[in-house]
């Protein structure tokens, strides 16, 4: 069993012209065992009077290892896993097979379909390294005129995805897009990014730090010194003290009695009894 073609990975300037290389590389593998087949059903009718089928059982066996496994030996790996990868693989491999059982000499027919093979791999290969070379060469031309010098041109000058971004604009131009146009708007934008960030990462600190002696409570001020006496003079004696004033008693508090309570008058209907021993 052979593995599957990796896939292709993004961002790779040269990704692309690989790929079409071993694409070129197969379709070169197809045509040839696609002729070889024609010539031997022509041949087998030619001689024969009829074509001979493969059975059903040798094209399982050749479509699961063995066709896999002869081609292995003369071509390579990553040609080898685009062919078997393929959705025509099955037919390829069922007319390898049958070439191998007509009396083709694959000792001879399979070098030499590798060496084909490997050199339709390595022209077309170098053929799209130079084209997007050139394209790469022209539209960084492009870029200088329309971009003025600064960060943002540098930096897609100077960036690894740079080949891809000369292989979008050469493909926008053709397409009839204004491509200066775009790049004036992608100075804009880079810009813009430019300053975002510079905003951003500004140091915390560019504030002006308060004034810690404006910030301080004033000081108290100090006492003044005593005058100096006059050289000759007797100095004055200082004014006695006031002496404390006596501590007086605290003036008790005055009691006032309370009121005698009101005599209730007398019941309707009742007679008030005369006091004997009132003076009369």
């Known amino acids: 069993m052979t593995t599957p073609a990796p896939a292709q990975l993004p961002g790779e300037p040269f ?5 079409e290389a071993a694409q070129a590389a197969g379709m070169s593998v197809r045509l ?28 399982q066996v ?8 002869e081609l292995g030996k003369h071509l390579p790996a990553s040609l080898l896993d685009h062919l078997t990868a393929g959705e025509d693989w099955p037919v390829m491999a069922r007319q390898l097979m049958s070439l191998s059982r007509a009396g083709v000499d694959l000792a001879t027919f399979l070098p030499n379909l590798g060496t084909m093979a490997s050199g339709v791999e390595h022209a077309v290969a170098k053929n799209i ?3 997007q070379a050139e394209g790469t060469d022209r539209w960084a031309g492009h870029l200088r005129t329309a971009i003025p010098e600064g960060l943002v041109r540098d930096a897609i000058l100077a960036s690894p995805a740079w080949p891809d971004i000369a292989a979008h604009m050469g493909r926008l131009h053709d397409q009839g897009v ?5 790049l004036n708007h992608a100075h804009a934008a880079g810009l ?7 905003a951003a990462v500004a140091p915390a600190s560019a504030a002006p730090a308060p004034d810690p002696a404006a910030a301080a409570p004033p000081a108290p001020p100090a006492p003044a010194a005593p005058a100096a006496p006059t050289p000759g003079t007797a100095p004055t004696p200082a004014a006695p003290a006031p002496a404390p004033a006596p501590a007086t ?32």
């Open 32 to 59: 040839i065992l696609t002729i070889a087949d024609a010539v031997r059903r022509a041949s087998q009718k030619h001689h024969h009077g009829e074509e001979q089928y493969l059975p059903e059982d040798l094209g």
């Open 192 to 198: 813009g990014v430019d300053q975002a960030i510079a």
């Open 249 to 280: 008693a605290p003036t008790p508090p005055v009691r006032t009695p309370a009121p005698a309570p009101a005599v209730a008058p007398p019941a309707p209907g009742t007679a008030q009894k005369l006091d004997p021993w009132a003076t009369p």
């Open 62 to 69: 050749a479509e699961s290892w063995w066709s896999a496994d």
């Open 15 to 19: 990704s692309e012209a690989l790929s």
């Open 178 to 182: 204004d491509v200066a146009r775009i």
């Open 129 to 131: 390294a130079r084209i």
